[in-house]
């Protein structure tokens, strides 16, 4: 009898190990970091700079890490991003992404003196800035003020080199925390005062569409607004990324869709859907992480509210309102921190207009990129609600989970039977 169950343990042994060895795979999923900063709005410039920097791309292959979230007041208050030239405002951001999961117990633990912790800054090619300690950020605790205070370690370090934790914000599967600090942390040797080749601010927008050819009606639209101030005044920070429809695109709006009798708010609410506050050139676009994207018109409006879901699509990137899809079809300026691309439709804000059809897309003009596809040539996403990243997330990774648990049953069974 005993000789039997060692032979059935050993029969299953290898199948055991190849149901453990798939099962674990499956709990292993990306981190998407702008999707988990999404539901909070006092961090939407931070957020956006992660993307913008590409800084989010490269932690989704992060199995653990700590970030330093800072809020929009601390944020918009630095006089220290405007002026930077990109590389170094990538660096600093990866300067606030710690490559050690600390939970808030962690962060009370360490003494006084602190405990060096290696950062995304440390593994960029431009290692050599990151030589010795200054890849890393020392993390101290004081007891009597309870707080906990993350530095830059160099001796000769300029303010700002230190922020205090204000707050946890999110911890997720023990591997991922994200916390809120009082300040950006700037690297030794950083000098983000320093002036770049950018185009000077105030930068005429209205003139650029007017040279990019066939753009004579959103020129006009603009002008006659007024929101191109605002647009010229966002260009600082993370700047600001324009989608800008062609005049074949007006002349093509179905009757349903009445611009011209919109009252003047509403004509800004449209206008102001057709800008993000982040500066994405195209191949950003094309990689972008988080598909779901707010608008200047989401600060008008509030969280979730006129949001663009920005994908690939066959080569060309897709901006799905909810009821219209567009795509990209050209780009008409590309200068840090201004983007702003020709698309083939107006872009038509669903809290506006989707009373008029609520379930098709609008459009009944002269064929776009998007529109002259057939539908198998698009997600069925594009053609339903669009549902949030995080329930897809799910329903994917629930698939796949199944899906390998049957094959890994069924080998089990050609295992035995064979």
Request: aromatic fraction near 6%; glycine fraction near 0%; avoid cysteine.
């Given at each position: 009898m005993a000789i039997n169950i060692s032979l059935l343990i050993s029969h299953f042994t290898p199948f055991i190990s190849l149901y453990l060895l798939f099962h674990t795979t499956t709990t292993i999923s990306a981190v998407n970091i702008t999707h988990l900063l999404s539901p909070f709005p006092d961090?939407?410039?931070?957020?956006?700079?992660?993307?913008?920097?590409?800084?989010?791309?490269?932690?989704?292959?992060?199995?653990?890490?700590?970030?330093?979230?800072?809020?929009?007041?601390?944020?918009?208050s630095s006089s220290l991003l405007r002026p930077s030239p990109p590389s170094n405002i990538a660096d600093v951001i990866r300067y606030h992404v710690l490559l050690q999961h600390l939970t808030p117990n962690d962060l009370t633990g360490f003494s006084p003196s602190g405990k060096l912790v290696p950062t995304l800054f440390k593994t960029t090619s431009r290692d050599s800035r990151a030589t010795s300690n200054l890849g890393y950020v020392n993390v101290t605790y004081d007891g009597q003020t309870n707080t906990t205070t993350v530095s830059s370690p160099a001796a000769y370090s300029q303010p700002p080199n230190s922020a205090t934790v204000i707050s946890v914000i999110k911890t997720l599967n023990h591997n991922v925390s994200i916390f809120s600090v009082n300040s950006l942390i700037v690297p030794y040797g950083f000098d983000l005062l320093t002036s770049e080749t950018r185009p000077p601010l105030g930068l005429n927008i209205t003139k650029a569409i007017t040279d990019g050819h066939n753009f004579n009606v959103a020129a006009s639209m603009l002008a006659a607004s007024g929101v191109v101030q605002e647009f010229e005044s966002d260009e600082n920070g993370a700047g600001i990324t324009m989608f800008v429809p062609t005049d074949d695109a007006f002349a093509n709006l179905p009757a349903t869709a009445n611009f011209q009798s919109l009252p003047a708010d509403k004509k800004a609410d449209v206008l102001r859907f057709h800008v993000l506050h982040s500066y994405y050139p195209l191949g950003s676009l094309q990689s972008i992480v988080n598909p779901v994207q707010p608008t200047l018109a989401t600060e008008d409006k509030g969280a979730g509210m006129f949001t663009l879901n920005i994908s690939r699509v066959n080569g060309s990137v897709a901006i799905n309102t909810g009821i219209v899809i567009a795509s990209v079809t050209q780009t008409v300026l590309d200068q840090n921190p201004v983007a702003i691309f020709g698309i083939s439709r107006v872009l038509l804000p669903k809290e506006i207009f989707g009373k008029n059809d609520e379930n098709a897309p609008v459009g009944n003009g002269a064929p776009s990129p998007v529109s002259s596809s057939s539908p198998g040539d698009f997600p069925p996403e594009f053609f339903v609600p669009s549902s949030p990243p995080a329930n897809r997330e799910e329903l994917h990774s629930s698939a796949t989970v199944r899906c390998v648990n049957f094959v890994v049953f069924c080998t089990g069974l050609l295992y035995v039977f064979v």
């Open positions: 961090l939407s410039d931070f957020s956006a700079l992660l993307s913008a920097t590409t800084v989010a791309a490269a932690l989704s292959h992060r199995s653990s890490l700590t970030l330093l979230a800072v809020p929009n007041s601390f944020l918009r």
